[in-house]
C-alpha cells in the first residue's frame, strides 16, 4: 500500500471531447501510467471524487465500472476502490497495442501511397 | 426504504393550466435535474410535494411519506429552496436565521455560520437591501444548514455569477456523499444539470415526457444530417422525428431506443453525417422553443 496522494486529474470540462466518464477513466490511466498511483493505492470513494470534480455520481460510477472491467482497478464490499496489481500492466499492454495497430496503419497508408518499405524505415527514423 | 418522490396519477389545475396526470418516481441517493419550459408545471410540482397546493386527484409520496397526510413530517425532512420565498419581514440576514432555525431540531448553527461565510452573506446585512441572487443564497444557507433528507431547488442558480454557481453544485454534490439523500433541481442552466445530474425527468405542458438516467439519455438521442431521396413529404418513421426541412435536406433527432439507422435508407432517406447532441440540444428537440 501506498500512502495516498492528491489525484492530479487534469480538467474535467463538457467542452472537452468525449463524454466526461471518458475524461476520468483516461485520467485514472494516466496517473497510473505515471506511477503516481500504485497497485494496491485506493480511490476516492464515487460520493467524493463526484463532489470533488463537480460532476454526478453516475459519471464517476461509470469511469469505475468501465476501469474495474479492463482490470486496472477493483473494489471491495464496504472497503473501497484500489488500483489492480495488473493495472500498470494493463494499461502498458493496451498502449502498445495501439502503438502497434497505429504503426500497421501507417505501413498501409505509406505503401497505398507508393512508399517503398526503406521510405517507411526512414520516416520512422525521423520520428524517432 | 422508500423512494424519494412516487407521485401517481396526480391532477392539479390552476386557472387554465393542468398538471397531470403525472406519474413520476426519483430515487434516492443522487441528483434528479426537473427540467421543461417556463410554464410547464416546474414549480407547481415542487410546491405540491411541500404542501404549497393541494393535488385535485392521485397520491402523492415524498420520503414514503404520504401529502397531505404528513405534511409536518414531510416538512421536516425536506428542504425547498425557491426563489420566490422572502424574509423581508425579519429586517436583518441574522434575524431571519434565527426565526426559521427554531422550527427544525437538527439545525446546525456552525453548519450555518460556515456556509454564510462561504456564501459571502453577513449576519447584520439587511434583507430587504439583497440582490436577487443574495437572496438565493441565503435561502440556500437556510436549506443546507439542516439535515434535510431531500432537498428541492427551483431555479437555484438565478441571479448567481459563476463562482457562487460553483459553490452552489459543490453543496449539492456534496449533499448527496450520503446515499440516504436526495436532491431535485430545476433549472435552465441545462449544461450544469447534464454534468452533475444523475436522472432527469423532462415535463412539457403538465405532462412527464420522459425519465431517464442522463447518460443514457444523451447516448439514445442523436442528430442526423439527412437528405430524401424521393419527392414530396418525408415518410413517418417511429423514432425519427423532422426538426427542420430545407428542401431535399432534413435535420432529425434519432431515438436510437425506437429505430435502427438502417431503416432509414429503405424509408428513402440518406444519412449524410450522425452527431451527439447535449442535455440541452436534445430538449430543445423534444420539446421544441425556447427554454
Redesign the interface.
Known amino acids: 500500500m501506498t500512502p495516498r496522494g492528491p489525484l492530479r486529474f487534469g480538467p474535467i470540462s463538457?467542452a472537452a471531447p468525449g463524454?466526461?466518464?471518458e475524461q476520468i477513466v483516461s485520467a485514472v490511466k494516466r496517473e497510473i501510467a505515471a506511477g503516481r498511483l500504485l497497485p494496491g493505492a485506493p480511490l476516492p470513494s464515487v460520493?467524493?471524487l463526484?463532489?470533488e470534480l463537480?460532476?454526478?455520481?453516475?459519471?464517476i460510477k461509470?469511469a469505475y465500472e468501465e476501469l474495474e472491467r479492463d482490470g486496472i482497478i477493483y473494489s471491495r464490499q464496504g472497503l473501497g476502490t484500489f488500483v489492480a496489481d495488473t493495472g500498470a500492466d494493463e494499461i502498458a499492454r493496451a498502449g502498445l497495442e495501439q502503438a502497434r495497430e497505429s504503426m500497421a496503419q501507417a505501413v498501409r497508408d505509406g505503401r497505398a501511397a507508393g512508399l517503398s518499405d526503406k521510405d517507411l524505415i526512414d520516416s520512422l527514423k525521423k520520428e524517432l | 426504504m422508500a423512494d424519494a418522490l412516487a407521485l401517481k396519477g396526480v391532477t392539479r389545475r390552476l386557472g387554465k393550466f393542468v398538471l397531470g396526470p403525472l406519474d413520476l418516481e426519483v430515487p434516492r441517493g443522487g441528483v434528479t435535474a426537473l427540467i421543461g419550459r417556463n410554464g410547464a408545471g416546474k414549480t407547481t410540482t415542487l410546491d405540491l410535494l411541500m404542501g404549497m397546493g393541494r393535488a385535485d386527484a392521485g397520491a402523492i409520496e415524498v420520503l414514503g411519506l404520504a401529502m397531505p397526510r404528513d405534511e409536518v413530517a414531510i416538512r421536516q425532512r425536506v428542504a425547498y429552496v425557491n426563489p420566490d420565498i422572502s424574509f423581508q419581514a425579519w429586517g436583518k440576514v441574522g434575524r431571519a436565521l434565527d426565526f426559521v432555525s427554531g422550527f427544525y431540531p437538527d439545525w446546525s448553527q456552525p453548519r450555518c455560520d460556515a456556509l454564510l461565510s462561504a456564501f459571502g452573506i453577513a449576519r447584520g446585512e439587511r434583507i430587504a437591501a439583497l440582490s436577487f441572487g443574495a437572496r438565493i443564497k441565503l435561502s440556500l444557507v437556510m436549506a443546507l444548514a439542516r439535515d434535510a433528507e431531500l432537498l428541492l431547488l427551483d431555479e437555484p442558480a438565478v441571479g448567481l455569477d459563476v463562482e457562487a454557481r460553483r459553490k452552489l453544485f459543490s453543496e449539492i454534490l456534496d449533499f448527496v456523499r450520503r446515499d440516504d439523500r436526495a436532491v431535485v433541481i430545476s433549472s435552465h442552466q441545462l449544461s450544469d444539470l447534464e454534468r452533475v445530474a444523475d436522472h432527469v425527468a423532462i415535463i412539457d405542458a403538465g405532462r412527464l415526457v420522459l425519465f431517464s438516467r442522463m447518460d443514457r439519455l444523451v447516448e439514445r438521442f442523436t442528430l442526423l444530417d439527412a437528405r430524401l431521396a424521393t419527392v414530396g413529404a418525408m415518410p413517418s418513421l417511429d423514432g425519427v422525428k423532422l426538426l427542420t426541412r430545407e428542401g431535399e435536406r432534413l435535420r432529425l433527432l434519432f431515438d436510437r431506443d425506437c429505430a435502427r439507422l438502417d431503416q432509414l435508407a429503405p424509408a428513402g432517406i440518406e444519412i449524410l453525417s450522425e452527431t451527439s447532441m447535449t442535455l440541452e440540444e436534445i430538449f430543445v428537440a423534444l420539446v421544441g422553443g425556447e427554454n
Open positions: 463538457p463524454p466526461l466518464y460520493r467524493a463526484a463532489a463537480l460532476v454526478s455520481l453516475i459519471t461509470r
